[in-house]
C-alpha cells in the first residue's frame, strides 16, 4: 500500500481531515457529520480500510475544470521545463485549444522530473521539469487542462536494470527492436505497479487526467513469441492461446491500474492503435480495443494518416487526412455504440509531415491537412481530439472549431 493510501486510512480512522474531499454528500454521510465527534470516530472506524478509502478523494490543492471538449497538444519534458513552454502556453491562450498532453515518464523510460529525494525512481529522472508546482500553477491560472502522459511498456532504462522484467534472446541478452528499442512484459505485475506507482505521483502533483501510452506488447510479437524467454507470469496455466494470454495481460493491466488509481479522482486514458478498432484484437501487441475502451474514462486512437498503409480503399491515406479520418470515425463509432459505458474517443491527429514514405517530393501537412483531420471527427459527432508532433510545433492559424 503507498504512503497516500495508508494516510487515507490512518486519516479516516480519526477525524476528517481538511486535506481530503468526501466523495459524496448522501444522507448517510450528512448523518455523520451530525453525529458528536466520539460516535463519528467509532462509527467510522467499524468500517474496514478498503471502505474507508472509498468515502474519501485525494486533492492535490489545484483547481481545474474539465473543458467543453478537450483539443489538446503534445508536451515533451524539456518543452514543458524550457524556453518553448511560454510559447506553447501562449498558443492555448490565443486559440480554442485548451490542454496539455505532458510527458511525466517517457518513451526511453525516464521521468522528466526529480521527484522526492530516496525515491526507487531518482535513477531514472531526468531534471526536465525543473519546477513542477510552478508549471502547475501556470496551467491553473490559464485554464489549461493538464493530462500526464506515462509510456508503460517500451521502457529501456527498466529492462536494462532488471532484464529479468524483459524479453530476452537466448544469449541472455535483452531483446530491443530495429530502432534500438526495448520492452519490459506486460504479464509481470511488478511491472504493473513500477508505473502505476509513477501515475499517483503525477496524480499528486495536480494532474487532472492520467494517459498511459505503449500499453501493449511489441509490434510483430507473434512471430517472435517462441523466440524470446520471458515469463508468463500468472497467465501461463491458463486455458488461453498465446493471443489471449497478451489480450488479456494488457486489458487486465488498464483495469488495475484504473482501480488503483481511484483514490486520486483522475481519469485514466489509453493510447491505442488505430487499427486496433478495426480488427477484433491485434495479435501480437495484446490490444483490443473494445475491452480496453471498457475499463477507460477516454480512448485515444493514434489514426495519423501517415501511419496507415492502403485502407479503407484508400490508397495514400497520407495524402487524403479527411477521407481516412472519417473512415475511421465511422467504425470506432459503431464499435463504441456496442459498449454499455463508452468511453469518450478523443483521437489524435497528424500535425507533422512523414517524408519517409515518399521518393520524391514529400505530401506537406499544414493548415488545411490539420483541419481537414478536425473537421473529419466533428463530421462525425467525435468533439475531442490532440494533435501529435515530437518536436511541439504546431502549425500556425488552424481553425480548431472548424465546422462548428
Sequence with gaps: MGKIHQTLVIMASTLLSATLLPLTADA?????????????????????????????????GYDFEYPDAVRGIYVTGNSAGGSRFESLVNLLDETALNSMVIDIKEDNGNLTFQPEEGSRYEDIAKNYIGDPEEMMKVLEEKGIYPIARVVVFK?????????????????????SNGKGESFVNPFEKEVWDYNVEIAKMAAEMG??????????????????????????????DMDMNNVQKRVEAVTDFVAYAREELEYYDVDVSVDIF??????????????????????????????????????????????EPYNLVNEYAKVEKEV???????????????????????SGPTFVYGKEEVEAQIRALYDNGIDEFLLWDSGNSYTENVDYMIGK
Excluded: C
Design 274 to 319: 488505430g487499427y486496433s478498432a478495426t480488427i477484433d484484437e491485434a495479435p501480437g501487441i495484446g490490444q483490443n480495443f473494445s475491452r480496453i475502451a471498457d475499463n477507460v474514462d477516454v480512448i485515444s486512437s493514434m489514426i495519423y494518416p501517415s501511419h496507415w498503409g492502403p485502407y479503407f480503399g484508400i490508397e495514400k491515406p497520407d495524402t
Design 155 to 175: 521502457d529501456n532504462e527498466l529492462a536494462k536494470k532488471r532484464p529479468d522484467l524483459s524479453f530476452r534472446q537466448k544469449n541472455g541478452e535483452v531483446w
Design 28 to 60: 448517510e454521510e450528512e448523518e455523520v457529520k451530525a453525529t458528536p465527534h466520539a460516535e463519528r470516530q467509532i462509527s467510522i472506524e467499524l468500517l474496514d480500510p478498503e471502505q474507508q478509502m472509498q468515502r474519501f478523494t485525494y486533492d492535490s
Design 336 to 358: 463504441l455504440s456496442q459498449l454499455e459505458d463508452p468511453p469518450v474517443s478523443r483521437p489524435w491527429l497528424q500535425d507533422f509531415s512523414a517524408p519517409w514514405l515518399y
Design 207 to 236: 494532474f487532472q487526467e492520467i494517459q498511459f501510452d505503449y500499453v501493449r506488447f511489441p509490434e510483430g510479437f507473434e512471430t517472435r513469441d517462441q523466440e524470446l524467454e520471458y515469463s508468463e507470469g500468472d497467465y501461463a
